[in-house]
């Protein structure tokens, strides 16, 4: 039997056969198939794309030429007490917290002692004073945490372990007068000592001689024979340390030498008064 063949309306368009999704076989078991349609170009892009939310703007890296690397520089100082200024107006630091060992002498006075102890525990440093004169020392250390306990006064030879470590440094000054016994806590690993000598006398030169670092206040003529002897300093420096101002100190080692005055500010003169030599 024939079909007549379906007629068009003149300006109809005729819609593409479609494929069914799905063609019935023998060993159908009933059950409609879920076709997945493909995702679209688009979506798939912003699933797969790296990084998160959309996109900034677009702009052009920074970069330099190879010559003009050398005018990017980063100035970086020393890390330590700042104990004054040199004779140039620079920041003098003395590196307290070292991961070695370190042994300071000073030849000075009780304030120039304090101003150290002072800075160095503002610093994060945890101070030990093991002194003769514990009146001269609690008022600074009730006073130098701000209610925390940063800094211990200790009696003469009853100075127990600290524990030093990176994250917790230790600097201990021994006040123990002109003649300081031999110490039972030593310099450690981040943990360095402070031996502070009222004046040069016939003991001095043992502390010295084991010292890598001494800062000299004001001595007398007699005194600059025995530091030029055991440090080497140069004459036209030992014409200097009799007539320095109380809080002017050399800092020296075997090789270098600076000139260090101490500016106190306004809370260390609350505490600690007015710069002086002899007490």
């Known amino acids: ?29 009933g059950l409609i198939p879920i076709i997945q349609q493909p995702e679209a ?13 959309l996109r900034g703007p677009r702009r052009n890296r920074h970069v330099v030429t190879a ?13 330590g007490v700042i104990i004054g200024i040199d004779t140039e107006s620079q920041p003098a630091v ?18 120039m002692a304090q101003v150290l102890a002072l800075r160095a525990a503002a610093t994060g440093a945890r101070v030990g004073v093991e002194t003769g004169r514990p009146q001269a020392w609690q008022q600074l250390a009730q006073a130098a945490g701000g209610g925390q306990p940063c800094m211990t006064v200790y009696p003469v030879g009853r100075v127990p372990a600290q524990g030093p470590s990176v994250s917790s440094p230790v600097v201990l000054i021994r006040d123990c ?12 690993p981040w943990q360095a000592v402070v031996t502070v000598l009222p004046f040069v006398s016939e003991h001095a030169p043992r502390w010295l001689a084991q010292a890598q670092l001494v800062g000299i206040q004001q001595i007398s003529p007699q005194e600059t024979e025995v530091v030029r002897e055991i440090l080497g300093i ?9 007539t320095l101002s109380d809080n002017v ?11 260090v005055m101490t500016d106190p500010t306004d809370a260390e003169t609350g505490l600690l008064g007015m710069a002086r030599r002899v007490d």
């Open 41 to 53: 170009r688009q979506q798939q892009r912003r699933i797969f794309s790296p990084g998160f939310g």
């Open 177 to 188: 007068g002109v003649r300081p016994p031999r110490g039972r806590v030593t310099s450690l």
């Open 234 to 242: 140069p004459a036209e420096h030992l014409q200097m340390l009799p």
């Open 249 to 259: 100190a050399l800092w020296c080692t075997r090789k270098h030498r600076k000139y």
């Open 94 to 111: 003395l590196g307290l917290a070292r991961p070695t060992p370190f042994d300071v002498v000073l030849v000075g006075g009780l304030w």
């Open 67 to 79: 010559e003009e690397i050398a005018a990017i520089s980063m100035p970086i100082g020393d890390d």
């Open 1 to 29: 039997m024939s079909y007549p063949t379906p007629t068009m309306n003149p300006g109809q368009r005729q819609e593409p056969t479609r494929t069914p999704a799905h063609v019935a076989s023998p060993t159908d078991t």
